[in-house]
């Protein structure tokens, strides 16, 4: 679909919101606001110190606000790279941040209930067995097999940025590749920002958690070599238990994947053998119940079209923010030009 888009040229970089700053924006007013509901519930130790949890959080969460317009400040004034590329991709980081929020307020909410039992006895009524018990205990004693699948797990958090970030770099000599790059960000986010918002009111754990032998075994059942190592100190060092449905390793994986097919050809080639090594690796390492895959898949559906469909008017609405406080004073702010490109070729 053609689409006219008015950019913006500047002798420095003039700058303005994007629409995933409105979404980064969004997720840390959301999780900022549902910490003040549980100020003075939860107390924790700060060396000798004794602090509010949540009051804590709700006040850095508001603080990433501000912090978001001063990195798009610092752009606007200096420009260039590195700094653009850190402009366009803060928000990869805060993936790492908003996904464990996610779980804590999930947790306060629900009480630290799941819905497990439903999903648990889905995966027997359709298979007969417990896929996410079966599958390591045939094949957990194979550590090549095993290191083959964490990686494929690890391998997640490349197939989410690695494509957005060849398609900026490539936007150096094509404006267009930069355009995608910024839609697929968006398309990537937003998706993330609609199942934050189902895991905290719908938290399922996974089998790892839900299912007693495996939550005693915890990966001493499946050795392997350096991604083994890697995958499992994750697991050791991080609380992961409510957001098994619908998997968002699947969904985010099938929206990354579809995004590179689309304009990352090459990388496309190379990085569907090992989604579908992903997907599987989902149930082998008992991070999710067999029927998260397809509510997954389902999920990519719906996700999909409703976040591509939301990026134009996003966009309008970030074009629309009053940051006039951003532009370089004494200088020319702006000057338009229209380009016309297909983000859809």
Known sequence: MNRSMTLT?????????RAVDLIAGGICLLFASLNLVFIGTHEIQVGAIPLDRNAGAALAWFACL????LLVRWYTRRGGEPIGFVRTFYVQAMYALFFPEVIYLSQRIAGGASFDAIYYRMDEAIFGFQPAVELPALFGHLPWLNEIFYFAYFFYYLLITVGMW??????????LSRLRAERGLFIITASFAILYVWYLFYPVHGPKYYIEPLREAWYSDLDGYLFAWLMRLVFDNSNLAGAALPSSHVAVSLIA???NRRWNRYLFRLFAPLTLLLVISTVYLYAHYAVDVFFGVAATLLLFPVTTALYGPAERLAARVPVRWVADAGRPDTRRTRVRSELDG
């Open 66 to 69: 501000p912090t978001i317009l």
């Open 9 to 17: 040229a500047t002798s420095r970089a003039a700058e303005r919101l």
């Open 166 to 175: 060849r398609l900026y770099f490539r936007g150096r000599e094509n404006r």
């Open 257 to 259: 994947i579809e995004l």
